[in-house]
T-cell receptor
Framework: DAEITQSPRHKITETGRQVTLACHQT?????MFWYRQDLGHGLRLIHY???????NKGEVSDGYSVSRSNTEDLPLTLESAASSQTSVYFC???????????FGPGTRLTVT | TQLLEQSPQFLSIQEGENLTVYCNSS?????LQWYRQEPGEGPVLLVT?????EVKKLKRLTFQFGDARKDSSLHITAAQPGDTGLYLC????????????FGKGTLLTVNP
């Protein structure tokens, strides 16, 4: 069965370190999205991609970057982790022409 | 400014009760989706409503899209403990290019 996976599921890191969160989908979807979910803020879009070599900034992109070298993967990198980036991160994908998104199980990131 | 306002934020009821949660906006949406998120997991799509006035039923869940396509409601009949979770509405705005606008969610607890 097709799926979308995220790794690691939990991560603790120190302020200033670079961190990369992985997202892998086997739906063969063109569109991929990264969100963070925080109490009181709901789901906020960080970055998104419509296909290989395409990346776009979302509403809370400062301090984050993504790259899309193939259809299946959209890794999210925190260049220099800050305590304000402690959050739960979700990756999602959707097919071309379809707004319905499929979400991964999330990564809980703690920056100390 | 939150584009999609969900109410109530929290709801705790007894098994067997009925409930309604709301998703309101001053903006028009092309379509609106409802997701349910269980603890430690990613959101899962329940339904998409597209036409103003549309009503969709999913077992004990009834979803309605407002006539003006600015609001939606989710009604659960005879709630069960398995209905416990965070209910999120997400809207598609014209020209959004597959991006969703999420409400902050309603956290529902159904007590046995």
């Amino acid at each position: 069965d097709a799926e979308i996976t995220q790794s690691p599921r939990h991560k603790i890191t120190e302020t200033g370190r670079q961190v990369t969160l992985a997202c892998h989908q086997t739906w063969n979807h063109n569109n991929m999205f990264w969100y963070r979910q925080d109490l009181g803020h709901g789901l906020r879009l960080i970055h998104y991609s419509y296909g290989v070599q395409d990346t776009n900034k979302g509403e809370v992109s400062d301090g984050y970057s993504v790259s899309r070298s193939n259809t299946e993967d959209l890794p999210l990198t925190l260049e220099s982790a800050a305590s304000s980036q402690t959050s739960v991160y979700f990756c999602a994908s959707s097919d071309w022409g379809n707004y319905e998104q499929y979400f991964g199980p999330g990564t809980r990131l703690t920056v100390t | 400014t939150q584009l999609l306002e969900q109410s109530p934020q929290f709801l705790s009821i007894q098994e067997g009760e009925n409930l309604t949660v709301y998703c309101n906006s001053s903006s028009v949406f092309s379509s609106l989706q409802w997701y349910r998120q269980e603890p430690g997991e990613g959101p899962v799509l329940l339904v998409t409503v597209v036409t103003g006035g549309e009503v969709k039923k999913l077992k004990r869940l009834t979803f309605q899209f407002g006539d003006a396509r600015k609001d939606s409601s989710l009604h659960i009949t005879a709630a069960q403990p398995g209905d416990t979770g965070l209910y999120l509405c997400a809207g598609v705005r014209a020209g959004s290019n597959y991006k969703l606008t999420f409400g902050k969610g309603t956290l529902l607890t159904v007590n046995p």
